[in-house]
């Protein structure tokens, strides 16, 4: 293979892994300050990219992203007060079971909101037919805006989890809510604030990426399956090495293509993850100390 | 008072309804419809759905068919063959249609094909597969131009620019996977050489690794065969990858939705398509623009997006049932089929019917022309 086909395969398995580490990233909050996994997280990247759509018809696009995500991240604290409060007393599972509808009610709002047309946003800089050369390669200027943003969350929230007293007392709900609350966290205040920075940094995700992939209603559960894959490949509730699973994630889908049809790349990332499970349960870089505390 | 808002413009909606629908008489004719509303090929069931629902009303104003009215029944199957086989059991058994229309796909068009074959319900399918009508079974009928002969038109243009190798990328579905088996089956008669054919995930959301494996290949053009937004993809990755090769795109591209989302990138793209689309720009002299600008502004007008040849599909279904009914002055299925058989030189979107008992689709190679995108716009290719 000519070098620069591998490195062309190289970025698209970046492009892959950042879209991947975005959406996962919004996972590894709510699981942080909660021990969930929220299934309706591909929904908030839905909701980002089609508010944003909608509204960069009548706003500057740096805007229209900002009020997108304000409107997404307000639902987020929404469906947690109003839905999953209710049920959080029934344990993990009850509440997983809870986002998992609660995903199949926002996609069948969005259809009736948008209808089943596809949208798109613009590209940040430049526009579709816009390529950047880099030694024999060629790929879209979005893919800076993707990789850069991602970077950019990840070193934030990592900081916030962290150095914050916020971020340290919302782990602390995670690890033991009777816990926390002897402590004087709140934790339901905590869980809300989760939700609502969750769900608006999977709207960022969602805008970001949406300029590449496109966004129609139902784009959220292939999002989430793929963010979902990620998050527990690298270990749930780690930045990080979100991120590093989705690079290597992506990378594996992409050099696949070269073997096997792209209709199967599913099939391998599935089977790796799989593999990785049975021999790690709690993903490449989780500690198995952690993972055994957990309740399922 | 809040009631009060309410009720006088409601009593006045009932009041000019009564006034100005035609009164009818006798029992409603049932028609059931089966389009995958929602779901993946919501971009083709949707308009379907849209259309007839409009078609069905505009009868019903005008005086329906035979005095009676018209009762259309729409299942959303989902494109899901599962669902399509377990509605159309229930509108022949439960809901005792006269004739479906629909399916919106050709995999649940081949799902229901003996259901209804056996049941002697008549058939008229919306989705493209030539197998569909071929072999021909009695009371099955379907109203787009079949994939061969898209395929055929697609390596008539390829000879006439000079392109001999080909790279063919398809959606892992039963429209990608049937053109894709019809690409291969017409190749060696054009002589065409495919370099390279791989099937895609319709749900794709970046092609670029794919097109990298097709460009590697050096082909001197892609053809994509989807129903998918990914087709807005193929044509932005290929020209992110800065690849020279033309891109061929099927008839699912003719929804102006994908060309605003491929934006600038799908400037140039090639696809044989019905002239629906573009009929606006043909002469007056062509017997078929009238009825179909009159569909593409009525739809329009009601639906405040732009018609696309799918929605044309419903249509055509909607008007040859209605034609072959009133000239069987009857319902029976029988008849009706008998009817179908019997029209000729009939006008719809997809060009000019002329079923007979051999011919199921009606349709000729000439119901087909190459277009192409110019400035955001289909045009015809030249």
Known sequence: ?296 | MRTDRIAKPAAFCALAFFCFSPVFAAEAIKIGAIFGVTGPAAYLGAPEERTARMVVEEMNRSGGILGRRIQLIVKDSGASAEKAISFAKQLIDEEEVVAIIGPTTSGESMAIKDICQKAGMPLISCASAETITTPVAKYVFKVPQKDNYVVEWMYRTMNKTGISKIGVIAANTGFGNGGKAQLEKYAAKYGIAIAISEVYDANATDLSALLTKVNASGVQAVVNWSIEPAQSIVAKNMRQLKMTAQLFQSHGFANIKYVEAAGEAAEGIIFPCGRLIVADQLPDSNPQKKLMVKYNADYKAMYKEDASTFGGHAYDALTILKAAIESAKSTDADKIVKAIEGLKDFYGTAGVFSFSAEDHNGLQMDSIDMMTVRKGKFVFYQ
Not at chain 1, 233 to 253: I, Q, T
Request: charged share 10%; hydrophobic share 55%; glycine share 12%.
């Open chain 1, 1 to 296: 293979m000519p070098p620069e086909v591998v490195l062309q395969y190289l970025i698209s398995g970046l492009i892959y892994g950042s879209i991947y580490a975005a959406v996962a990233i919004g996972f590894n909050i709510i699981y942080n300050a909660t021990g969930i996994i929220n299934f309706a997280q591909g929904e908030f990247a839905m909701l980002g990219g089609m508010f944003a759509s909608s509204l960069s018809a009548r706003l500057p696009l740096a805007l229209a992203i900002a009020v997108a995500m304000v409107l997404t991240a307000l639902s987020g604290a929404v469906l947690e007060r109003v839905f999953l409060r209710r049920v959080a007393r029934g344990g993990v599972l009850k509440m997983i079971v809870t986002t998992i509808g609660l995903s199949i009610v926002i996609r069948e709002a969005a259809l009736l909101a948008w209808g089943e047309s596809v949208r798109t946003l613009p590209f940040f800089t430049g526009n579709e037919v816009s390529s950047v050369s880099f030694l024999g390669a060629n790929f879209s200027p979005q893919v800076f805006w993707v990789v850069g943003v991602t970077a950019l969350t990840v070193a934030a929230l990592t900081a916030f989890f962290r150095f914050t007293l916020m971020g340290k007392a919302m782990r602390g709900c995670s690890a033991s809510r009777e816990g926390a609350s002897l402590c004087g966290i709140d934790p339901d205040r905590m869980v809300t604030i989760a939700f609502t920075l969750s769900a608006g940094i999977g709207a960022v995700a969602g805008c970001v990426v949406a300029p590449l992939t496109q966004t129609h209603y139902a784009i959220g559960s292939g999002l989430a399956i793929k963010g979902f894959t990620v998050a527990a490949f690298g270990g749930l509730g780690n930045s990080v090495a979100a991120v590093v699973a989705g690079l290597f994630l992506g990378m594996l889908e992409s050099f696949s293509i070269v073997f096997v049809p792209e209709a199967y790349k599913d099939v391998v990332s599935i089977c790796v993850l799989l593999a990785v499970l049975f021999v790690k349960p709690s993903g490449l870089f989780g500690s198995r100390a952690a993972g055994a505390l957990k309740d399922y």
